[in-house]
């Protein structure tokens, strides 16, 4: 870190990065949040923005650590591979990751087949219904805690949750709402639920037990929704649906 760096003290700095780069786990399996340019192959997106921008803050090299599931960035922390994450806010991964504030709300929907007799959130708690989600992401936790009827079925990843409930014969697929609202469009026969069943709060991480680091995770993801910087990026990417966090 330089000398004249103002936003984060040399401990803060060097916690947050004990190789010297600024690892960035980026997990693709919520298209908000990160995709791959269709030509390059490239990583994009608001959490790409956002490693860069705080890579730049601190003066130090970003590396992007790449994941296709939330299931699979929480494994990489076990294992020491990145430095801060793009996370949904939840109890069980806050007990190895420390999170920060919000920065965007999101809604998690439920999907089920045209004809199917589910036409709210309420009839889907029920003996002999099967919900697919994403495994190991911020729908699999929550309804781990919540369903008490239904049975949960795992798919791979979150993208591939519509799929697999439609070539298995499952009753529902819930996940992002964006994502499940385009799966509808281009896949006939299926209806998205008019109510959101959870509000996700998407936050930063860094690992465990790095409390400087935290500090200063917190302090940057309240400047870049104050600054205008995550509003700008939704912008630039042309996401829908998800909207910033408010401040306090």
């Known amino acids: 870190m330089s000398p004249d760096n103002v936003f984060a003290t040399s401990d803060e700095a060097c916690e947050l990065t004990p190789t010297g780069q600024l690892r960035a786990a980026i997990n693709f399996g919520n298209p908000i949040f990160a995709n791959r340019d269709p030509k390059t192959g490239e990583p994009n997106g608001v959490c790409v923005d956002l490693a860069t921008r705080l890579a730049a803050l601190i003066d130090a090299p970003v590396q992007l650590v790449l994941y296709d599931a939330a299931g699979e960035v929480v494994a990489g922390c076990e294992r020491g591979e990145w430095d801060v994450a793009f996370v949904a806010r939840d109890p069980v991964r806050g007990k190895g990751i420390e999170q920060t504030r919000p920065y965007l709300l999101i809604e998690g929907a439920h999907l089920v087949p045209e004809n199917s007799p589910i036409r709210r959130n309420e009839d889907v708690d029920r003996t002999g219904t099967r919900v697919v989600v994403g495994k190991g992401s911020a ?32 009753e529902v697929a819930a996940g992002v709402r964006q994502q499940l609202e385009y799966d509808a469009t281009h896949l006939s026969g299926l209806r998205l639920l008019p109510e959101r069943f959870m ?50």
């Open 139 to 170: 729908y699999d936790l929550y309804l781990s805690r919540t369903l008490q009827k239904a049975a949960i079925v795992r798919s791979p990843t979150s993208p591939a949750v519509v799929e697999t409930m439609v070539s298995e014969g499952y």
């Open 199 to 248: 509000v996700i709060e998407q936050a930063m991480g860094t690992p465990k037990g790095r409390d400087a680091a935290a500090h200063l995770l917190d302090r940057f993801v309240t400047h870049m929704v104050e600054c205008g910087f995550v509003k700008s990026s939704l912008e630039a990417h042309g996401i829908r649906g998800a909207c910033v966090a408010p401040v306090g």
